[in-house]
């Protein structure tokens, strides 16, 4: 039952910054009133702030990263931007509606730069960039692939109806592969 009521305060909390996008702060009187709880319910028995709660909303969102994170790095000879879309692309599918909120919305004002870092360790440990070949020092190129990343998930998970991960997961193999001017064209001179 007490994780039941967890949920309905974390769902609460993602009901009302998706009613009030702009808005980066709720009080537990919002919360416990969109949950259909007590203040107290919420305040005694399970977060003692809101920012416990944004807490938990990512802890939730990473859980499922971290046993991920440590089967690919414990030698997988697979190419990681192959296992990323695999593995951890169906993985982000399952708390969709999370993310869109917290990507879509103010609640969580570092939510950007918390997940950037996950996904720049993970390029740091599994990616091996050629800067050089680039022209680019080697902290601007992780830092390329990593909001190239996050762009294309962002895009996708904040759809309305996201398509589902399998398909997500090819397309985006398709274009990390595929080299930009293959599917840029610049306008015709009139």
Do not use: C
Not at 52 to 68: K, T, V
Not at 92 to 99: A, P, V
Not at 144 to 159: A, D, G, P, Q, Y
Not at 160 to 166: G, K, N, S
């Amino acid at each position: 039952m007490p994780q039941d009521t967890k949920n309905k305060v974390v769902n609460a909390l993602i009901e009302l910054a998706e009613q009030n996008p702009e808005k980066s702060y709720f009080t537990f009187s919002e919360i416990a009133k969109q949950a259909g709880l007590s203040r107290q319910a919420i305040y005694k028995k399970h977060f003692s702030n809101v920012e416990e709660i944004i807490e938990y909303i990512r802890q939730s969102i990473m859980a499922p990263f971290i046993p991920l994170y440590e089967s690919y790095a414990e030698g997988s000879k697979e190419n990681p931007l192959i296992f990323f879309a695999q593995h951890m692309i169906p993985a982000i599918y399952e708390h969709r509606q999370w993310m869109k909120v917290l990507y879509t919305t103010a609640i969580d004002p570092f939510w950007m730069e918390y997940i950037a870092s996950f996904f720049t360790q993970w390029v740091k440990d599994n990616l091996d960039i050629d800067a050089k070949k680039m022209g680019i020092p080697q902290e601007m190129g992780t830092e390329i692939i990593v909001k190239w990343i996050n762009s294309l998930i962002e895009i996708w998970i904040i759809k309305e109806e996201p398509m589902p991960a399998e398909d997500f997961a090819k397309l985006f193999l398709n274009v990390i592969s595929t080299p930009m001017d293959q599917f840029i064209t610049p306008h015709s001179e009139s």
